[in-house]
């Protein structure tokens, strides 16, 4: 069974929730579910995202 | 006349190395230079100086080759290619010449290839030549490959011949075709992108059959049409690869772009190649005295990108291009564009956000070339599932009415990703030198090579003016 564990921002000490935010790259936005702290706002990027479609999106707008 | 640069080319009759410049002559511009032996010759190379010295002044990096193959001399080149010593950059993509055959005979043809058999590589050679285009090239990232010929597809192993170049590690094999056996067999397109096949690279002169009856000596439009329909229904993407000669197919631009558009669901661009005078071709140039003509059919990287725009009614500019951020500025454009609902197209990159962020400065050699490389391989796919569609573009400052396709007026990374693979595109080209407007500083900064027979990587100019035998 997958194990759940929580998030706590360090800064804050409280829980990071699931968020929608907004990422915005060369004049284009697009939005995706994050942990964010509901106190500071600080945001948590997983390596998965990062790696995977973030990377993707980076290199299809970027030019040569 | 004025003076504009200096550079070195060479004689177009004994090949001997000249002192060669570029100058100013009624507002265009033009190369010169003169062999004592065999007269003066004068080629076209832009139609407006403002747009020639706006153009060059684009800042341009190079990444030398890691490793070279022959020794160069600097006022020899273009005499010792191989890669030399002497060589600034290194390629982006090698082309592999897999057959001499073609199941064509068109009047013009760079690689001059006839009906007949000749002798062509074996499986194994093809390997061993894969393995040494993997140890010349950078470990980051290999070359891109460029199945050429002849025409690679009269090869029955040609599946077989990518596979093994994917398995060996070149994540990007584009196929250069005719086209011709893709319409005729329905289930060629599929084969080919079953063995690994990118892109297909296609000979699209034109909308119109006598262009075709021109350049390749028959009428072809149909074929291309279906080679197209067949590419779309196996899902590989296609390029559509015009060659521009002045009087024949300059006038068809507009009605090119206009076919891309329509079929952006499987062309995913158009690279226009101004036609080079090096292979075979019906075109003479005359002696007067002891100045040469040039070629009657002449067009330029320039005429091209005005001539995009004037054609399209400015829904293209000639602002939006740039040329590539390394090699020489004079090879070559490039734009990428959304097709938007409203039809309208916006450029990717445009003046406000290109010199700021999408520079690469701040990033090492290797992440240049890997970059450059992967441009082709990020910007020429399809989406996961056909006919993908979504109502808006992830463009934040248009607003979206009641029945956009996202809640929150901009779409998710799953949706962004889906809509640009079915709406993005380029328009590209490139200008290939053949002897009469032989710039060496361009061919030193070459990124599109050929490996020889004998297995030398030769600038593709150099190979086509001077080594092809």
């Known amino acids: 069974m997958e194990k759940k564990q929580k998030l706590i921002c360090d800064r804050c000490k409280v829980e990071m929730v699931d968020k929608e935010v907004q990422f915005s790259y060369l004049g284009k936005s697009f939005r995706h579910k994050v942990k964010r702290c509901p106190e500071c706002g600080q945001v948590y990027i997983s390596e998965e995202l990062v790696k995977g479609r973030m990377s993707q999106v980076e290199k299809m707008l970027e030019d040569k | 006349m004025k003076l504009l640069v200096k550079t070195r080319s060479i004689c177009p009759v004994c090949q001997k190395p000249v002192e060669a410049e570029y100058v100013e002559k009624d507002g265009k511009v033009f190369i010169r230079k003169t062999c004592r032996d065999h007269g003066s010759w004068e080629a076209y190379i832009a139609c407006c100086v403002k747009d020639y010295t706006d153009w060059t002044a684009h800042s341009v990096v190079n990444v030398r080759p890691e490793k070279t193959i022959t020794k160069g001399t600097d006022d020899r080149c273009p005499l010792d290619c191989g890669i030399c010593d002497k060589h600034l950059q290194t390629a982006c993509c090698v082309l592999m010449e897999v057959t001499k055959r073609c199941n064509q005979h068109c009047p013009y043809c760079f690689a001059k290839s006839e009906k007949d058999a000749a002798l062509e590589p074996g499986l194994d050679e093809i390997g061993r030549k894969y393995d040494l285009l993997l140890e010349l090239g950078e470990e980051e990232r290999p070359f891109n490959i460029h199945l050429s010929g002849g025409e690679p597809t009269v090869r029955e192993d040609l599946p077989e011949i990518i596979e093994m170049g994917q398995k060996k590690g070149f994540v990007y094999i584009q196929i250069n075709t005719n086209g011709r056996r893709l319409a005729l067999d329905n289930e060629y397109a599929g084969v080919l992108k079953e063995a690994g096949a990118s892109v297909i690279y296609l000979q699209f002169d034109g909308t119109d059959d006598r262009i075709y009856q021109t350049l390749r000596g028959e009428p072809l439009l149909n074929i291309k049409v279906k080679a197209i329909e067949n590419c779309k229904k196996a899902r590989i993407p296609v390029i559509l690869v015009p060659t521009i000669a002045k009087n024949v197919n300059l006038h068809n631009i507009g009605?090119?772009?206009?076919?891309?558009?329509?079929?952006?669901?499987?062309?995913?661009?158009?690279?226009?190649?101004?036609?080079?005078?090096?292979?075979?071709?019906?075109?003479?140039?005359?002696?007067?005295?002891?100045?040469?003509?040039?070629?009657?059919?002449?067009?330029?990287?320039?005429?091209?990108?005005?001539?995009?725009?004037?054609?399209?009614?400015?829904?293209?500019?000639?602002?939006?291009?740039?040329?590539?951020?390394?090699?020489?500025?004079?090879?070559?454009?490039?734009?990428?564009?959304?097709?938007?609902?409203?039809?309208?197209?916006?450029?990717?990159?445009?003046?406000?956000?290109?010199?700021?962020?999408?520079?690469?400065?701040?990033?090492?050699?290797?992440?240049?070339?890997?970059?450059?490389?992967?441009?082709?391989?990020?910007?020429?796919?399809?989406?996961?599932?056909?006919?993908?569609?979504?109502?808006?573009?992830?463009?934040?400052?248009?607003?979206?009415?009641?029945?956009?396709?996202?809640?929150?007026?901009?779409m998710d990374f799953d949706q962004f990703i889906n809509e640009m693979k079915s709406n993005m595109f380029t328009v590209t080209g490139m200008a290939f030198q053949d002897r009469s407007n032989l710039d060496a500083e361009r061919l030193k900064r070459c990124r599109v090579q050929v490996l020889s027979p004998d297995n030398r990587l030769i600038p593709f100019c150099a190979y086509n003016s001077l080594y092809r035998k």
């Open chain 2, 255 to 410: 009605s090119m772009m206009e076919f891309l558009l329509d079929n952006l669901s499987v062309v995913k661009g158009i690279h226009f190649q101004p036609v080079s005078f090096f292979g075979r071709y019906p075109e003479k140039v005359y002696q007067n005295g002891k100045k040469w003509t040039d070629f009657e059919n002449r067009v330029t990287l320039f005429d091209v990108m005005r001539e995009v725009e004037k054609q399209t009614g400015s829904k293209f500019k000639y602002e939006d291009f740039r040329p590539s951020s390394i090699g020489h500025t004079l090879c070559s454009f490039h734009g990428s564009y959304i097709n938007q609902n409203d039809g309208t197209v916006k450029p990717l990159i445009n003046d406000k956000n290109y010199d700021s962020k999408a520079c690469c400065c701040n990033t090492t050699p290797p992440d240049i070339m890997k970059k450059t490389r992967d441009y082709v391989l990020n910007k020429w796919n399809l989406p996961e599932q056909e006919n993908y569609s979504a109502c808006c573009d992830g463009n934040t400052s248009e607003s979206h009415g009641s029945t956009c396709c996202c809640e929150s007026q901009t």
